[in-house]
Every structure is written in structure tokens, then in C-alpha cells.
């Protein structure tokens, strides 16, 4: 397994290399200027002093090598630097956002905890609710619970983040006046007290979340236990005298994670990512947040940064679920 996932770490690196070059050379033909903001008091000749500072006069290969450069040369020794308090980077030229005039990698860093905050919470929380619901509605087929379950996986597939965030404010924050409408990312928790009022401007952006990510999960979990529940090593199992409990719990749910782990695994990066519909609905300052203003303003590196990010997650957890095969199913052996 070790050999197996050093082979995959070391051929990722041309797969992100070339997935990078896509995504910057696709960004190039982008419309739109990012000096288009700049007042027009401004002289020309200040305007393109601005251009050549910010990489914009020179050629696409040679900004995408400096990208290239800046990114896993000079941001790795940031983070030394601020780990153990050298100064290697002292002058040296990072990534920097069009929009804001700030290091790319220092604003993102400010917001991932908001994300992980919210989209994080949701997804464990989704996680903790749809396996136990898939695996009791496969387990009690066509019962009240499953037809139930059912009906609520349909709702959270059907009704869209825009829809549901506006509701639950509309219910909760105006009429009832229990959840704060707005998150506030400057709180700080560093109390008993400021922990609640974390949890209460959370409850909101996590529940229209969790929904959506509960449908997807536990229709996956159903659909792979009653395909489980009907094979040949359930009947052996249930022959040898097995209690039920144990064919349930340790044979049969333990081969039906297989496919779901997929899901599950290639849905962290959407964690990073954030919910671009949800943060803006509760105005949480996240990722997803992040990306939109980067996209609408036209800034490249933000924009560039973010999504290599995603793809470096993306092709991270590949590797993990592939791994979490092997763990659940000991017939799979990738040596």
C-alpha cells in the first residue's frame, strides 16, 4: 500500500502541473481588465507602472512561470519562515491579488476558517446523519422510517440553497427570532459564551447544508446496503448461525461504505471550496465567497490560486478513498 500510494503522489505531480497550465492559459482568455477599477485621475503612464508591476506586460508563459515559482518556492518558505521564525522571504515577490493588493495565500488563510466552520460542521454532521438513516431504510425496506426518509432525501434534492437559506431566515430569524440572520465573521470564540453564539449563527448555514449533503449520502448508502443485503455471503453468514446484528453491522455495512467512501471523500475538497450559494445568502466572508468577488473582479491570481488548490484536493482525495478500499475491503490490493 505504501509503494502504491508513492507511485500516485509522485505521477500527480506532471497531472497538477498540466491541470494548472490548462486552468492559467484558459484564465488568459478571459475578458475584462483589472486596471478597469483604477480612478480615472490616474495617469496613463502611473496606470502602466501599475500594469508592469503587477506582471500584467509581460508574456503569458513567462507570468505563468512566476506563478509557478511563487507558489511552490516562495509560499512554502512563508510558512517556514512563519513557523520558526526565519527570514528567508524577506523582499521576495509572492502572489499577489489583483483586487486587494494583499498576498493571495494570506487571504485565503483568513478565510478558510470561516469555511470549515460552517461547510466543515456540515459536512460531519450530514456524515453522522445519512449513514445510519441509509443503513436502517435498506434494512427496513418499504417501512414508515424509509418512506419517510425518502420523502425528506427528495425535499433536500429538490430545493436549492437559495430557496431554503431565505426560508429559514424568513421563519427563524423574523419571525421567531431565535438565529442570528447574518453571520458574523469577526467573533471570536474564547468562552463558554462566545461558543454559543458561534453555535447560533452556525445553526442556520449548517442545516441548509447538511440537508443537501444527507439526500446524497444516505440514497448512496440505501441503494449499496440492499444490494449487499442479497448476496450469497449474507445467506452463509445468517446459515452459520450469525446473529443479526453482527451480519448487519460488521459484514454487511462494511462492504456497502466501499462506494459511498467515493462520495464521501471527493466531497472534502467541496468542504475547502466552500458553498458559494449558502455563504452568500448568510453573507459568511468564506472560499466560495472568496472565488465570486476574485471572478467578478477579474483577478487572475486569486482566481488561479484558488482553483489549483481545489484540484491539489481533488487528486489528494482520490488517493485517500483508494486507500479507505483497501482498508474495507481486504480483497483489494493495489501491491
Not at 178 to 200: C, E, G, M, R
Request: aromatic share 12%; proline share 6%; net charge neutral.
Amino acid at each position: 500500500m505504501l509503494s502504491y500510494a508513492t507511485r500516485r503522489l509522485v505521477l500527480s505531480i506532471p497531472t497538477l502541473l498540466f491541470i494548472s497550465f490548462v486552468i492559467f492559459m484558459l484564465l488568459q482568455l478571459a475578458p475584462g481588465d483589472p486596471m478597469a477599477q483604477v480612478p480615472l485621475t490616474v495617469p496613463a503612464e502611473v496606470k502602466e507602472k501599475m500594469r508592469q508591476a503587477l506582471g500584467l506586460g509581460e508574456p503569458p508563459l513567462v507570468q505563468y512561470w512566476k506563478w509557478l515559482v511563487q507558489v511552490f518556492w516562495t509560499e512554502p518558505k512563508v510558512f517556514i519562515d512563519w513557523a520558526f521564525g526565519t527570514n528567508m522571504t524577506e523582499g521576495a515577490q509572492r502572489v499577489i491579488s489583483w483586487q486587494t493588493r494583499s498576498p493571495v495565500m494570506d487571504i485565503i488563510i483568513q478565510r478558510i476558517p470561516q469555511t470549515l466552520w460552517v461547510v466543515g460542521t456540515a459536512y460531519v454532521v450530514a456524515i453522522l446523519i445519512a449513514i445510519p438513516v441509509g443503513v436502517y431504510s435498506a434494512y427496513r425496506q418499504y417501512s414508515v422510517f424509509d418512506q419517510a426518509g425518502t420523502f425528506v432525501t427528495m425535499i433536500g434534492f429538490s430545493i436549492p440553497p437559495f430557496f431554503t437559506g431565505p426560508l429559514l431566515i424568513v421563519i427563524f430569524s423574523v419571525q421567531l427570532g431565535w438565529f442570528p440572520s447574518i453571520y458574523d465573521t469577526t467573533h471570536v470564540v474564547n468562552d463558554w459564551a462566545s461558543f454559543k453564539v458561534q453555535l447560533s449563527q452556525m445553526i442556520m448555514p449548517v442545516m441548509v447544508l447538511a440537508l443537501q449533503i444527507t439526500a446524497q449520502l444516505s440514497r448512496y448508502m440505501r441503494a449499496s446496503m440492499l444490494d449487499n443485503l442479497n448476496q450469497d455471503y449474507v445467506r452463509t453468514a445468517r446459515a452459520k448461525g450469525l446473529s443479526e446484528a453482527i451480519v448487519v453491522n460488521v459484514h454487511v455495512v462494511r462492504n456497502s461504505l466501499i462506494p459511498v467512501v467515493t462520495v464521501i471523500a471527493l466531497g472534502v475538497p467541496a468542504i475547502f471550496g466552500g458553498a458559494i450559494i449558502t455563504e452568500q445568502v448568510f453573507k459568511v466572508n468564506g472560499i466560495g465567497q472568496l472565488l465570486i468577488t476574485a471572478l467578478f473582479a477579474n483577478d487572475l491570481p486569486m482566481v488561479m490560486t484558488l482553483t489549483f488548490i481545489f484540484a491539489v484536493l481533488i487528486v489528494l482525495f482520490n488517493l485517500v478513498a483508494d486507500i479507505l478500499y483497501g482498508l474495507l475491503d481486504p480483497r483489494i490490493r493495489y501491491d
